[in-house]
């Protein structure tokens, strides 16, 4: 059973020829070729007959096809307005269920995919961009429930990344108060075209419900935790006192401020960020919060 017809070098080159196009290097362009890959994307998404998806960097279309064979509707952002003329050609028996937004996947958060709210995001990323928008949508998108994507294999080592590894920092702590990782398998460079320079995986996440205290973690205790977790890496071979004062003071915290906040919180200020688990990350992020607050307070 195919997945995709345009999984192929052939298809991919003949579709492109067409319209006297090639694969943009500055936009990252490296277009799926191998439909055992696309297959494998689309079991680990686990997409039903009722979902919605998102799709960044559909390209020609190879893995929108796959998507549209198995969802019901999917929501496709892509930069490359040159490629959009491709794309309405090989999905034109399904245009009624595609929606193509052509834009920066960057500038496009809830309000420009209404009414859609998708559920799930699969896509080959650009890997300029990849983890920046995979973290950006969970922040952002809380209608988003799963992400299946194709990253560049060290971005995926710090998405499962463990704390005292070498890949755990800020990024990881990030992203881990928002989803877990589920999956993953590695793909790779001849599967493209042009083949990358870099090692690929598709991971998949999964949105989880952080429990603090025994009740779901709040918007402002997330995004406390949050720029902890910025500050305690901003020197990543510093202590965690260290890096959190070169990062927050002047910013409306001082050292005495941060200080307490450690003190509250239970951590040691001569351990490094790399050490600290994500319900660290929370206890500190609510330890600054009061802290600062009572500095105001003093004022």
């Known amino acids: 059973m195919t997945n995709s017809p345009l999984a192929s070098v052939r298809a991919t080159r003949d579709l492109m020829a067409r319209y006297g196009l090639d694969t943009k290097k500055a936009l990252g362009q490296h277009f799926l070729i191998d439909d055992n890959v696309v297959g494998r994307i689309i079991d680990l998404a686990a997409i039903t007959p009722d979902d919605t998806v998102l799709e960044v960097g559909p390209g020609i279309g190879t893995l929108t096809l796959a998507l549209l064979d198995k969802a019901a509707k999917v929501v496709a952002i892509e930069r490359d307005a040159d490629l959009i003329p491709l794309l309405n050609e090989s999905t034109a028996a399904d245009s009624h269920r595609l929606r193509l937004i052509n834009a920066d996947a960057l500038d496009v958060g809830a309000a420009q995919l209404a009414p859609d709210q998708p559920r799930l995001f699969v896509a080959n990323l650009p890997y300029a961009v990849a983890a920046t928008l995979v973290l950006g949508f969970f922040q952002q998108l809380p209608f988003l429930q799963a992400a ?95 890096s959190m004062q070169a990062a927050l003071l002047g910013r409306g915290y001082s050292k005495q401020c941060i200080d307490d906040a450690l003190e509250q919180a239970g951590i040691n200020p001569g351990l490094r960020g790399e050490t600290l688990e994500v319900q660290d990350f929370l206890r500190l992020g609510e330890a600054l919060s009061s802290a600062k607050t009572a500095l105001q307070d003093q004022r």
């Open 148 to 242: 299946t994507v194709m990253v560049q294999s060290e971005v995926a080592d710090r998405i499962v990344a463990q704390p005292g590894s070498k890949d755990y920092g800020a990024y990881t702590v990030k992203l881990r108060l928002h989803a877990q990782a589920s999956g993953r398998f590695q793909v790779s460079p001849n599967c493209f075209f042009p083949p990358p320079r870099v090692e690929s995986s598709v991971i998949r996440l999964e949105r989880q419900t952080l429990l603090y205290h025994g009740a779901p973690a709040s918007p402002q205790l997330i995004q406390a935790a949050t720029l902890a977790a910025d500050a305690a890496f901003t020197q990543r071979r510093k202590t965690i006192r260290n």
